[in-house]
């Protein structure tokens, strides 16, 4: 998505992943666990932050950290980031590919509430022509 709006730079980073939270409306997914009635909705994305965009994701900063410092911030590595980080690829998964991109074995193991999209936000095939023009985002 970085790429196609016109963004070249020689290694994605946290810094600019974060530029698409607000037009993929990444804080607004939650995902459910159906075999784990007990855990929270998730929202992996909620609170992620410009200022600090590694450490605003708890999940990703713990990943970060055991990757960086095993023997250090190992105890950081919980199952509850792991249903996060989860929790985010689905996120990512939903936003770039729409809901169908999760297959019916997915869709049975979770369950997920979508952000609100404004019809003037949407490719919607058939309502006035058979052509779709992508429109890249004024702040990508």
């Not at 979770?110 to 952000?115: A, D, N, R």
Request: glycine letters at 8%.
């Amino acid at each position: 998505i970085l790429t196609a709006n016109g963004r070249s730079v020689l290694r994605f980073n946290s810094n600019e992943y974060i530029k698409l939270a607000e037009p993929l409306k990444l804080p607004d997914y939650v995902i459910t666990f159906h075999d784990f009635p007990d855990l929270q909705p998730i929202q992996p994305f909620v609170g992620w932050s410009s200022s600090d965009p590694t450490k605003s994701l708890g999940w990703y900063d713990a990943y970060h950290g055991v990757k960086h410092n095993r023997e250090g911030e190992f105890e950081r590595g919980t199952l509850r980031c792991v249903f996060e980080a989860v929790s985010a690829c689905i996120a990512l998964l939903v936003a770039q590919f729409g809901p169908t991109a999760l297959n019916v074995e997915l869709s049975g193991l979770v369950g997920l509430t979508t952000p609100n999209w404004p019809i003037g936000d949407m490719y919607v095939s058939g309502l006035t022509s058979t052509e779709r023009t992508p429109v890249n985002h004024p702040d990508l």
